[in-house]
């Protein structure tokens, strides 16, 4: 792992560490650098701010599932996966998700899963007006947020994401959804 990758993970693992006592709000850069031991310069030549790294740390780890979506046999295979991801980093995920104020993980993630789904749109239909594709992109990333969100502020009780899967509705046809998030126009 790159150098710049390691001081990115130490200054991320400060944060978590951090997050399991203290709410995101009330972390400062002060106390993830004093915590990872490192200085305020380094954390700054990484990172714009705390959300930033809030921001890298869910891009990094949601990554793998993008680049390994194809070793997903179904929809309901993915979801699981981000179900279980997201437990394994529930103290992360619960506190950071619970800010939605200037540049939020809520806001990042919400701008992530559009750029994807509208992709994959472009990709599914190239003839489809950007307006459409925008529209399309927000749909499914706002109805994605839609369940994530609230399963997430309230703790991740229940298998929310992977019983997602279990609703009778068009849009989660198993081959639908393959279509939407590889972009496989076939």
Not at 13 to 26: D, G, H, V
Not at 47 to 55: G, Q, R, T
Not at 110 to 118: A, G, K, Q, V
Not at 122 to 129: I, M, Q, V, Y
């Amino acid at each position: 792992m790159p150098r710049s990758n390691q001081t990115k993970q130490l200054l991320a693992q400060s944060l978590q560490e951090l997050m399991a006592t203290t709410p995101l709000e009330k972390i400062s850069v002060n106390d993830i650098v004093d915590h990872a031991n490192v200085g305020r310069n380094t954390f700054y030549y990484h990172f714009e701010d705390k959300y930033d790294l809030v921001n890298w740390y869910f891009q990094s780890g949601i990554t793998r599932f993008l680049v390994e979506l194809s070793a997903y046999s179904s929809w309901n295979a993915l979801l699981a996966a981000l179900e279980t991801y997201f437990l394994e980093n529930k103290v992360f995920y619960c506190n950071a998700l619970a800010y939605n104020g200037q540049n939020s993980l809520q806001q990042y993630m919400f701008d992530y899963l559009r750029s994807i789904f509208e992709q994959n749109v472009r990709e599914l239909n190239p003839d489809a007006s950007a307006e459409d594709t925008r529209k399309i992109g927000q749909f499914f990333a706002g109805a994605m947020m839609g369940i994530l969100i609230p399963w997430v502020l309230s703790g991740m009780k229940s298998n929310a994401l992977s019983n997602m899967s279990e609703l009778s509705i068009p849009v989660f046809n198993h081959e639908i959804m393959q279509k939407l998030l590889r972009g496989d126009p076939q």
